[in-house]
């Protein structure tokens, strides 16, 4: 019976990302309740993508021309929330853990002279982020990496590292094979 209501859930879900214009390169899952989605752009959604969502709904904004592909086999946990005004990609297996936040926008100028900070996002494959992490314009993570719980990230982690604190620095390295997936 669970295993027809989830069939149900997750044919509504694509007919869902259909009416939001969203590509979905295959079929996506959702767990609990589905993210909020209001697509303005491109949004990319790969195969077998894992929304979980038990008590805050994940939201996904992508404003007008602004792309955002998420990779095949991402999870995304409860309440993260995505605003994409330029562009974010998240590579294959990542993992988002709860209330994280990616914007690539600062919304707001930090003076008049100053235009708003907005630039791109790269995620790579194979990443796990914390638990109540931000991820700021312009930051770019290497695939494999992991980004402890509470951290924010604003700049560049490399391929293979823990990174951790305000802002995130590296404190260890990963050692894996480039196919490995983190369970
Ligand atoms: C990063 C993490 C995975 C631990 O990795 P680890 O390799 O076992 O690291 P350690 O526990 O050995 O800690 C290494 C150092 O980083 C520090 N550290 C660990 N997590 C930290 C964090 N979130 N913020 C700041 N510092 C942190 C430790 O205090 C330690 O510092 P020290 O060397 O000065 O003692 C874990 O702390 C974490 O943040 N997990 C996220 C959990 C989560 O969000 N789950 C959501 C479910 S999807």
């Given at each position: 019976m669970k295993r027809y209501l989830n069939k149900i859930r997750n044919l509504f879900f694509a007919r869902y990302c259909?009416?939001?214009?969203v590509s979905l390169l295959g079929r996506g899952y959702v767990d609990?309740?589905?993210p909020v989605i209001c697509n303005k752009g491109a949004f990319h959604l790969g195969s077998g993508v894992c929304f979980r969502s038990f008590?805050?709904?994940?939201r996904i904004d992508v404003f007008k021309d602004a792309r955002l592909s998420i990779?095949?086999?991402c999870f995304i946990n409860?309440?993260?929330?995505?605003?994409?005004?330029?562009g974010i990609t998240i590579g294959p297996n990542t993992?988002?853990?709860?209330?994280?936040?990616?914007?690539?926008?600062?919304?707001?100028a930090v003076?008049?002279?100053?235009?708003?900070?907005?630039?791109?996002?790269?995620?790579?494959?194979?990443?796990?982020?914390?638990?109540?992490?931000?991820?700021?314009p312009g930051s770019t993570i290497g695939d494999h990496s992991v980004i402890a719980a509470g951290a924010i990230v604003r700049g560049h982690i490399p391929a293979r590292s823990i990174a951790a604190g305000i802002p995130a620095k590296v404190i260890k390295s990963i050692t894996c094979e480039d196919d490995w997936v983190r369970s």
């Open positions: 259909q009416a939001n214009k609990g309740r589905w008590r805050t709904r994940t990779g095949d086999g409860d309440g993260v929330n995505i605003c994409c005004s330029t993992k988002i853990a709860d209330w994280v936040v990616l914007y690539d926008t600062d919304f707001h003076e008049p002279s100053e235009p708003v900070s907005s630039e791109s996002i790269t995620i790579g494959k194979n990443v796990w982020i914390g638990a109540r992490v931000m991820v700021l």
